[in-house]
């Protein structure tokens, strides 16, 4: 047997499934006719995609007759999810898989809003988030802490949660590094960390006006509360 025609695909991403779309077979016989072969999936074997490689060989076995093309597969092009001119008002959750997060202007969580950062997400901003009367809760593990870091250098005029208005943000296990102020509490706002770690700014935390502040078992380097 031999290939007359490739498959279209070639190059693939981790993960991908086979696809054969394209590809024609030919069989010569002894009698010397030839015969286009019927290939389905099940006459392929020695693909792979679950890791990257270059130059994967990929046998056709038509009655115990073989020939063989090659493939790459190649890592996935990383995710990224920016965030601008959002107000959530509702439930959201920000996944791992889906980082990192890309915070631009304008993004809130107000009213009866609840943002749910889980553990081993990455959020980068370039500007705040408002928990402007909604709920953050950022559910780090000491395994797989919640990263959160500023952009904006130098780092005069960046803040990272800016709680007011009855707004309210939880924390376990986050690591919060380059901003001017990480967490910033006005009037009224409540917020509550633990076993978490700021470094790397001018302040982690700023408190101004009136509001609930509960900071445990947490860290600040280079910096100051």
Known sequence: INITTPATKLVYKVGDALDITGLVVTGTY??????TENITPTNITGFDSSLPVKGQIVTIDVSGKTTTYTVDIE??????????????????VWKKENSPYIIGRNVSVSGNGKLTIEAGTTVVFNSEIKV??????????????VNISGTQVP?????GFNVTNEGELYTEWMSCKTFHICVLLLRGGKIYINHSDFSDMNNGIAYGEYGVLDVQNTYFRNGRF
């Open 132 to 145: 402007n009367g909604g709920k953050v809760y950022v559910n780090g593990t000491k395994a797989n802490p």
């Open 155 to 159: 780092y005069t005029s960046s803040v």
């Open 30 to 35: 002894s009698d010397s006719s030839t015969k």
């Open 75 to 92: 890592k996935p092009a990383p995710i990224v999810t920016d965030i601008k001119d959002t107000n959530i008002i509702s439930d959201v």
